[in-house]
């Protein structure tokens, strides 16, 4: 892997010279610890199913799965309604079940997590670049 020292942006300019080019170079270095982080299994959302709602998205399903680059996906839910759910881990570890309604578009995805409600919708936010509202 080349270091920021010696990769080129494509104006031509060394990204280390390149205020602009160190930006993006960050940023895709969290969307790619997010994308490496981002796992799922119905074993973590069993343990996130019941864990409170600290904040919501005014996106919707499909918004927010294109910004991710990540598939809702269904699972059990409470009486015969799937829920759609994806599951993120953070650089911290800490796990966050994103659970979005039946539709594709209505803009409301909820956001589950235990620990420490304002410090983990920080970190979400950070790493996503998504808007969390209190929940």
């Known amino acids: 892997m080349l270091s920021s020292v010696s990769r080129i942006s494509h104006s031509g300019v060394h990204a280390a010279d390149d205020p602009m080019a160190r930006i993006c170079q960050s940023v895709r270095r969290l969307a790619d610890a997010l994308i490496e982080q981002r796992s799922f299994s119905s074993d973590r ?18 918004s927010v799965g294109e910004h991710l680059n990540g598939l809702f996906e269904p699972v059990p839910g409470t009486g015969d309604q799937p829920v759609n759910v994806l599951v993120l ?11 979005a309604p039946e539709s594709f578009t209505e803009p409301r995805v909820t ?25």
């Open 45 to 62: 959302w069993t343990e996130l199913a019941t864990a409170p709602t600290i904040g919501r998205i005014r996106l919707s399903r499909l």
């Open 89 to 99: 881990r953070l650089g911290s570890g800490e796990q966050v079940a994103l659970v």
């Open 111 to 135: 956001v589950r997590a235990h620990g420490d409600g304002p410090s983990t919708r920080d970190a979400l936010r950070e790493f996503t670049g998504l808007d969390i509202e209190t929940g």
